[in-house]
Nanobody
Framework: QVQLVESGGGLGQPGGSLRLSCAAS????????MGWYRQAPGKQRELVAT???????NYADSVKGRFTISRDNGKNTVYLQMNNLKPEDTAVYYC????????WGQGTQVTVSS
C-alpha cells in the first residue's frame, strides 16, 4: 500500500512562515517527481511546486520566491517551506506523485489571516 500523509498546516499570519510535511509509506519518494497541490474554497486544485529525483524544482508563479519544496529520502518525506505567507495562500494542501497519482488524502489546512 502507498500512503501519503500531510501535516504541518495551521494558522499563519501574513508575512509569517509554515513548513508542511508529506510522509510517505509503501513507496520511496526518491524515485519519483513529487508535487504539492492546494485547493482553496470554491477553486480548482492547483499544482504549487514539484521536485524531481534529481532535486530539480519548479513553482507556480504565485508562490515563486516564497515557497521551497525539498525532499529527505532518508525520512521518505517531502517538505514545503512556506515563507512570506499571504491570505491568498489559504487552502487545503496536498502532496502526491506528479504522474500516476495515488488516492488524495485529507491534506492539511493552511489558513493565513490577521
Amino acid at each position: 500500500q502507498v500512503q501519503l500523509v500531510e501535516s504541518g498546516g495551521g494558522l499563519g499570519q501574513p508575512g509569517g512562515s509554515l513548513r508542511l510535511s508529506c510522509a510517505a509509506s509503501g513507496i520511496s519518494v526518491g524515485f519519483y517527481v513529487m508535487g504539492w497541490y492546494r485547493q482553496a474554497p470554491g477553486k480548482q486544485r492547483e499544482l504549487v511546486a514539484t521536485i524531481t529525483s534529481g532535486h530539480i524544482t519548479n513553482y507556480a508563479d504565485s508562490v515563486k520566491g516564497r515557497f521551497t519544496i525539498s525532499r529527505d529520502n532518508g525520512k521518505n518525506t517531502v517538505y514545503l517551506q512556506m515563507n512570506n505567507l499571504k491570505p491568498e495562500d489559504t487552502a487545503v494542501y496536498y502532496c502526491n506523485f506528479r504522474l500516476g497519482v495515488v488516492l488524495w488524502g485529507q491534506g492539511t489546512q493552511v489558513t493565513v489571516s490577521s
